[in-house]
């Protein structure tokens, strides 16, 4: 980690980030808008490059609203045939930039029947359904401890602020639990109807394992979903993902104003 640290610090010099972003699929336009460096993740050594569409795969640094703000513009997922570990190890660089608070945000299928396409939703608490962890394996004591306290993983006072920032700008937010699969394949009706008995309001890819890892590390996380679409196949309709990007993009616009204000009121 230190290579990468040493190359990052060099090419952004005494830009030190209080924020971290990690920008989902589709969601990406924020970094294009506010970037004073940009670094592609082909060119940091431990980083791997995103294959998915909608993730252009860099690292934007920029200033907004007077604070200094670190971007992941696109990240990688467990389906695209990596580890854990290397799926969050940009996390824990994060972290080791100085990065204090992270906000984590995804396109996402309901499975709360109240929600609708391009509505936000504010992650309230998370369900692991990918069959692993990210934590699995040697601890390193210098970023947190082997068993992590995990019953506040999305800071209230976050996620009051991400509530009183939605009110300000007249948006409708909801606030809800989301269950990560591993993917890549959208999910059966009887997937769907499981993870509404367990108690989720949406589904995704993404997410939690970079969530984990946050907690663990001590960073405050906040976490953030657009959801693009009524879960695949929940009524019958097929779903693809040129409809989760073009969703997420005609929810971009208050998207933006969400996180923009967010940060400025942090």
Known sequence: MESTIEFIEGKVKDFKPEI????????????????????????????????????????????????????????????????????????KVLKKLGVETLILTNAA?????????????????????????PLIGPNDDT??????????VYKKDLREVAKKCAKDLSLDIKEGVYLANSGPCYETPSEIHMARMFGA???????????IV?????????GISCISNAA????????????????TGKAKGKFKSLIIKIIENL
Do not use: W
């Open 232 to 247: 695949s196949s929940a009524n019958g309709d097929s779903l693809s993902h040129a409809e989760v990007i073009d969703t």
């Open 143 to 152: 970023l947190g401890e082997r068993f992590p306290d995990m019953s506040e």
């Open 20 to 91: 971290g972003i990690i920008l989902g699929s589709g969601l990406g336009e924020l970094a294009d808008e506010y970037c004073d460096k940009a670094v592609s993740y082909t060119e940091i050594p431990g980083f791997i490059s995103s294959t998915v569409k909608g993730h252009k795969g860099r690292l934007v640094f920029a200033e907004i609203s007077g604070k200094k703000v670190v971007m992941m513009q696109g990240r990688n997922h467990f389906y695209e045939g990596h580890t854990m570990q290397e799926i969050t190890y940009p996390v």
């Open 109 to 133: 299928g309901a499975v709360n029947e109240t929600y609708k396409p391009s509505d936000l939703m504010i992650i309230k608490d998370h369900i692991n359904c990918m069959g692993t962890n």
């Open 201 to 211: 309001d949406a589904v995704g890819m993404s997410t939690v394992p970079e969530a």
């Open 214 to 222: 946050a907690n663990y590390c001590g960073m405050r996380v906040l």
